[in-house]
């Protein structure tokens, strides 16, 4: 069964930078499309942002132009920048990895913003 590794997240001063990568444990997992969601304490999951298979992404209003996703289809893997993090990007973040049939979430990584 694929399960999706998240890594990277964790406590940062606002103003800060973070990296989290997303990897599925197959070797044999043929990424399709990837993304990374968030949910803060009380709050709906949402888009953070998404990439498609020939590249295209998408951001959610609150992060264009702070946050980057990208991709590596050899390592089946997918990264999120996050630059200039604010108080109201804490949230855990999850990754969602899809291949032609299925979509697989990971468990999260918690990341923190400090004012």
């Known amino acids: 069964q694929v399960k999706v590794v998240e890594s990277g997240g964790g406590l940062v001063q606002a103003g800060g930078s973070l990296r989290l990568s997303c990897a599925a444990s197959?070797?044999?997992?043929?990424?399709?499309?990837g993304g990374w969601y968030r949910q803060a304490p009380g709050k709906q999951r949402e888009l953070v942002a998404q990439?498609?298979?020939?590249?295209?992404?998408d951001y959610g209003d609150s992060v264009k132009g702070r946050f980057t996703i990208s991709r590596d289809g050899t390592k089946n893997t997918v990264y999120l920048q996050m630059m200039s993090l604010k108080p109201e990007d804490t949230a855990v973040y999850y990754c969602?990895?899809?291949?032609?049939?299925?979509?697989?979430w990971g468990q999260g990584t918690q990341v923190t913003v400090s004012s």
């Open positions: 969602n990895l899809e291949d032609k049939q299925w979509s697989y």
């Open positions: 197959e070797s044999t997992f043929n990424l399709n499309n």
């Open positions: 990439i498609s298979r020939t590249g295209y992404t």
